[in-house]
């Protein structure tokens, strides 16, 4: 996995775009992105899975960026979403947003994810 931690938000290209604008660039800049918290269960599952799977996804953990950064993040997914609360981890493949564990989840289990996965680029089998 591939984490990207505190750092300054002038360095992470942060300081001159919009939250959303982030979001969207590091999506299309990675197979597989999660934007986690270091402190969340449900984060930590996704991360294993593909892991589990050899996936080696980008992981944004928001809890330990630079103060403001994170949170400036986290409204931009939950805008993306349309959610009030953070539904974290949210999770993007090949650009695309697939959504919170539910989605993940669901998309694992209904045969869809392996196939988003490949046609990504992250999965070679």
């Known amino acids: 996995m591939h984490f990207y931690q505190g750092g300054h938000a002038e360095s992470l290209g942060y300081a001159s775009e919009t939250p959303m604008d982030r979001i969207e660039r590091v999506a299309s800049e990675n197979a597989v992105v999660i934007f986690s918290k270091s ?3 449900m984060c930590h599952a996704i991360k294993r899975l593909f892991c589990g799977m ?6 944004y953990e928001l809890d330990e960026l630079e103060p ?3 949170k400036d993040l986290e409204k931009g997914l939950m805008m993306l979403l349309g959610a ?3 539904p974290l981890p949210v ?3 090949g650009g695309k947003l697939v959504g919170a564990m ?3 989840m669901a998309s694992h289990i209904n045969g869809t994810l392996v196939p988003l996965l490949k046609q990504a680029g992250a999965l070679w089998l």
Do not use: K, L, Q, W
């Open 54 to 59: 050899g996936v080696n996804p980008t992981v």
């Open 84 to 86: 009030s609360s953070p």
């Open 102 to 104: 539910d989605r993940v």
């Open 91 to 93: 999770v993007f493949i």
């Open 68 to 70: 403001g950064v994170g």
């Open 39 to 41: 402190s969340c269960c």
